[in-house]
């Protein structure tokens, strides 16, 4: 089975209505296959929302219900949670961190993400953040939508 991760730019763009929005949801309807999510994922993706809420980007009722919108695509299987060895990913961003931050300028967060979809041996990696795209294509890994 294929693993695809998304990064939470693309989780937001998907749940929380930007520029990106359109994108996400063409590639949903044309792909269907699940994403797994991860811990890193599930807690920014939430705190994101929250976030667009309390700077009013994001209306509380459309917060509450992209927070609804995701647990229920949790339990139908549309994104799938993964067990992720934290140490193992820790220690992978701190070699991505190594390789590439200082000539890149990549975030703890965006590390995070790719070095997650490297443990997990992603097959595609979903985001829309320019700089973690060129950060997870440093790795050999394949990058959408």
């Keep these: 089975m294929a693993t695809v991760i998304a990064d939470t730019s693309f989780l937001f763009s998907l749940y929380g209505r930007d520029a990106h929005t359109p994108a996400a949801q063409a590639w949903v309807q044309q792909f269907g296959l699940p994403i797994s999510v991860t811990v890193f994922n599930r807690y920014e993706l ?9 700077r009013k980007a994001i209306s509380q009722a459309d917060v509450l219900g ?8 949790m339990k139908n299987g549309h994104l799938r949670m993964v067990a992720c060895d934290l140490a193992a990913i820790f220690a992978e961003a701190a070699l991505l961190s190594e390789l590439y931050t200082l000539n ?5 967060f965006d590390i995070l993400h790719v070095a997650a ?16 795209r060129k950060l997870a294509t440093s790795t050999r890994m394949k990058i959408g939508p």
């Design 46 to 54: 939430g705190n994101a929302l929250r976030f667009g809420g309390f």
């Design 117 to 132: 979809a490297k443990f997990l041996e992603a097959t595609l990696f979903l985001s829309f953040d320019i700089n973690q």
């Design 66 to 73: 992209s927070l609804a919108a995701v647990e229920t695509d």
């Design 104 to 108: 890149g300028g990549h975030r703890s």
